[in-house]
């Protein structure tokens, strides 16, 4: 188990043997509970399928994405 600390910008530090063993510098994380996971994206493209909408490309749908993260979590910083 590692201890991380998150930064006023709401930054971490993954440690480097960690990193290593990611195999990636792409990750997604997913809040479950009162949990963060963090799981490394070897085919960036793969990971964004289930926001495929057609006629649109990829650095839209990117930013539909980092979009819809900034507003889901300002809703959940706001809830508590």
Do not use: C, W
Not at 6 to 19: E, F, M, N
Not at 41 to 56: D, V
Request: no cysteine; charged share 35%.
């Amino acid at each position: 188990m590692f201890t991380v600390k998150i930064t006023s910008k709401g930054q971490i530090t993954i440690p480097a043997g960690l990193r290593k063993r990611l195999g990636s510098d792409l990750v997604e994380m997913e809040m479950v509970g009162d949990e963060i996971i963090i799981r490394p994206i070897r085919k960036p493209g793969g990971a964004l399928k289930k926001y495929a909408l057609k006629g649109k490309n990829i650095e839209e749908v990117m930013k539909m994405e980092e979009e819809v993260a900034r507003s889901g979590f300002s809703q959940e910083r706001n809830d508590h």
